[in-house]
């Protein structure tokens, strides 16, 4: 038998809502159109369908995202990083509990019991109107040194496909692979697996307007933050797919309602008041910030950090910081406005001559770091700015480092504490290479510093 099976796909929409009345018109167009010329429609999201950096999608811990996301009733949907490791555990644990739609989740298990995820299945079978079974495969991407403290323990594809598949042998005609691993590890996983017909790809943000064939395999994707909807058909005959066709539709030249507008600024509103009522202390004059050196407000983040990773030492950058902080009460949303970025605090352990080197790799680059446009990693500004110490001190006429006032012991071991990103940034490398590295949970920068506000009397601010 024939037929034509329709499929649709989103991808790190990263709560860009400005975007989604047009697709979710387009979506909800498409199916009705489509199931009524006689074609199976199946829609899939790729996840980070959240940002924390979207004041409704903090206020709610992405509860949010998933009201939207039912709005389509997707066939299924995978998780991001933004899922996985924006939020705690507890708080993943109910992102999806009002959910119509399956999380397809094969690589992440419960770290304590070793358990799938109850609101996860690594697997789903789906028979198309003409016979067609379709198995269905969702990974995310592993970032181990991240999702291990936040009580998951994650596997790499090469790992878990092939117990994922052995599972489907023999019950499917046709295998989906969701992806949010990004474009290389999908293009090695069409090498190394060739009967995964399809991989729906995301979480490098790449385009595929007319997808990519490696091998057996074809590769979709539909760029970043809603500006595309991507469409595959599937032809089928004798239970074989025939032909597969990819395009993508480009959101910003679907048409606009009058009624757009005030729904998009209706949910940022909704976010602002929900944030705006949760009072996190009073200043008795504003914290401004400075995008060199020191400042009120990153000398209170500094402290902070320190204090909430138990470390004497603490470094951060200025482009963390948006406007500072406004004299007299200040607000979870004053803290969402200023830090709205998804970086967990890093505690560092490193040798005396691994400071030193570290402290030399921070001054090399620091002026063009001021200027450095950033993007990723958690961080949601523009520049990376000016890097500051707080409890340690650099000389450089002579290039030494004093910590808390005295000099380093080659051999004596130091904790310093800043954020996830700089484990992860090119040029700090040996916070990679030789420290040992703590990501800790729960929270993010700016809860830190929320915990801080609310345990310092305003007087010792």
Avoid at 140 to 148: K, L
Avoid at 231 to 260: G, M, W
Avoid at 352 to 363: A, C, N, S
Avoid at 385 to 393: A, E, I, K, M, N
Wanted: glycine fraction near 8%; include cysteine; hydrophobic fraction near 40%.
């Amino acid at each position: 038998m024939s037929e034509v099976i329709d499929i649709f796909h989103t991808n790190d929409l990263h709560s860009h809502l400005e975007m989604w009345p047009r697709i979710r018109r387009y979506l909800l167009a498409q199916k009705a159109q489509q199931q009524a010329a006689g074609h199976q429609v199946l829609t899939f999201d790729l996840g980070d369908a959240m940002d924390r950096t979207h004041p409704l999608t903090e206020a709610t811990n992405g509860q949010c995202n998933t009201q939207l996301l039912n709005e389509i009733g997707y066939t299924a949907v995978t998780i991001g990083n933004n899922e996985g490791i924006g939020n705690s555990q507890t708080q993943l644990n109910q992102l999806y509990q009002k959910a119509n739609f399956p999380v397809i989740l094969g690589n992440l298990r419960d770290r304590q019991t070793g358990a799938q995820p109850s609101w996860a299945q690594p697997t789903k079978v789906i028979t198309t109107a003409g016979g067609l079974r379709i198995g269905l495969l969702g990974l995310t991407a592993p970032y181990i040194a991240t999702y291990r403290p936040n009580g998951w323990e994650p596997r790499l594809a090469q790992d878990a496909l092939p117990d994922l598949l052995t599972a489907l042998k023999g019950q499917v005609d046709y295998i989906i692979l969701l992806s949010h691993l990004g474009l290389d590890v999908d293009r090695w996983i069409a090498e190394q697996f060739p009967e995964i017909g399809l991989i729906i790809g995301s979480h490098t943000h790449h385009l595929l307007p007319e997808g990519l064939q490696v091998n057996q395999s074809w590769l979709a994707a539909a760029g970043r933050f809603g500006d595309h909807v991507g469409h595959i058909r599937l032809t089928v005959a004798q239970h074989q797919v025939t032909q597969t066709t990819i395009s993508v539709v480009t959101t910003s030249e679907l048409p606009e309602q009058p009624e757009d507008e005030a729904e998009i600024e209706g949910w940022a509103s909704a976010g602002h008041q929900q944030l705006q009522a949760q009072t996190i202390t009073t200043l008795p004059q504003a914290l401004p910030v400075s995008s060199l050196g020191h400042s009120p407000a990153i000398d209170v983040a500094l402290a902070a950090v320190a204090d909430a990773a138990g470390t004497d030492v603490a470094i951060l950058n200025t482009g963390l910081f948006h406007q500072g902080f406004p004299a007299g009460r200040v607000t979870a949303d004053d803290l969402h406005t200023e830090l709205p970025h998804a970086m967990h605090l890093l505690r560092t352990t490193l040798r005396g001559t691994d400071v030193w080197r570290l402290v030399q790799e921070i001054e090399k680059n620091r002026i063009f770091l001021q200027h450095y446009r950033m993007h990723g990693l958690g961080f949601r500004g523009k520049i990376f700015g000016d890097l500051v110490y707080y409890g340690l001190t650099y000389n450089a006429d002579n290039r030494t480092v004093l910590w808390q006032g005295q000099p380093l012991a080659p051999d004596q071991y130091y904790t310093l504490a800043g954020v996830d990103t700089y484990l992860y940034f090119q040029f700090y490398p040996t916070i990679d290479i030789m420290g040992a590295n703590e990501v800790l949970f729960p929270g993010v920068l700016r809860n830190a510093v929320a915990n801080y506000f609310m345990k310092t009397s305003p007087g010792k601010v």
